[in-house]
């Protein structure tokens, strides 16, 4: 989802340069792009309500099908952005580009102009994505994708755009969602390859999969990568347990799985379904679960930024937040149930208080999409989106124990 820029305080993330190789580094079927982190403060974020529309906007879409189409989800948040520099056409004109697990199609043209060149094909067919707040429509067309010396994608399909709504720092999209979240956006075909798809036909890598890594934005290296076509086991500490996608709806409709969280002993969310989302600033439970949780903790909201806040000594009786996902836990310790407080006044918040990230996501348990667990999860956890065989899968990282909040 793409917000007004003028509310919401945004990190984005930028390719980092190598000084012994291009920043996507194809090993073994396997291709990793970094990132880095950087803070731009842009006053008081209510990040808990940020993320209670997307989740609502998500559940409204999801519960009316694939072919109701032209709605998807920008990877972009009230917190954090990610972008890449993304070569298009013969000779190659850089565009700044979202990297986007919620949506599914590249595109590009809302700042920097489409400059065809002779890799360059008008399909004639029509495209269209709404992205909640923001939006772009266009022509579709076919052309050469490079996003490094070694990874040159042909014939990929983009959108270009002549009409855009909400991308005030970026030119467009790169889409590496599921290839269904194309369904219904482009004038007579039923869907069109993602990047991921492209890399995977034309033998880059090796699976349609996507591994994503981060660091926990208050450590001093943050920083993060993807991996397309698997995963990067010097950033695990565990193996990648997979689970399959949930198939209830809505969450299903998206990277979906089944899980239970318990809150210390007691568990505050029997097993349901939900999605797994780095659109998605916090980790959010339903409505039922979050009341739970906040009684156990003692917690009062602040109105400022909508988060729960605590005070020191119920910071030091936290006890740790469980997710049991399919056979195993995966683990939110006290310290990584905060947000990070070095950050705390970039969101309109005071610079001594202790906030907490889980919280309301608007509805009971029972929704069909009972939780996400966003970013402030994901950034504990190694998750690999694995279309080819349909399911999810989670590792422990160096930083799942971290306390750099």
Known sequence: MVFPSKIFLSIFFVVLSSADASPLRPVAGKATLSFTARVNARGAVNIAAADRARAQAMKQA??????????????????????AQVGVGSPATEYTLLIDTGSSNTWLGANTPYNPTITSVDTGNTVAVSYGSGSFSGEEYTDTVTLSASLVIAGQSIGVASNTEGFQDVDGILGVGPTDLTEGTISNVETAPTVTDSLYSQ?????????IYFVPTAASDSAGELTFGGHDSSKTTSPVTYVPLTTTSP??????????????RSTILSETAGIVDTGTTLVLIASDAFSTYQTATG??????????????????????????IGSKTYDLIPNAQIWPR?????????????YLIVSDIGSDSGSGLDFINGYTFLQRHYSVFDATNNKVGFATTPYTDNTSN
């Open 203 to 211: 033998g880059f890598i090796g699976t349609e999969a996507l591994g």
């Open 299 to 324: 917690a009062v909201v602040d109105e400022t930024t909508g988060l729960l806040m605590i005070t020191s000594s119920q910071y030091a009786k936290l006890q740790t937040l469980t997710f049991k």
């Open 342 to 354: 070095s950050l705390n006044a970039d969101i309109g918040g005071s610079s001594d208080s202790i």
């Open 62 to 83: 999801g519960s009316m099908g694939k072919r109701a189409g032209r709605s998807s989800f920008s990877i972009t948040n009230a917190v954090v952005t990610y972008t």
């Open 251 to 264: 969450a299903s409709y998206y990277w979906g799985i089944d899980q239970s969280i318990s809150y210390g």
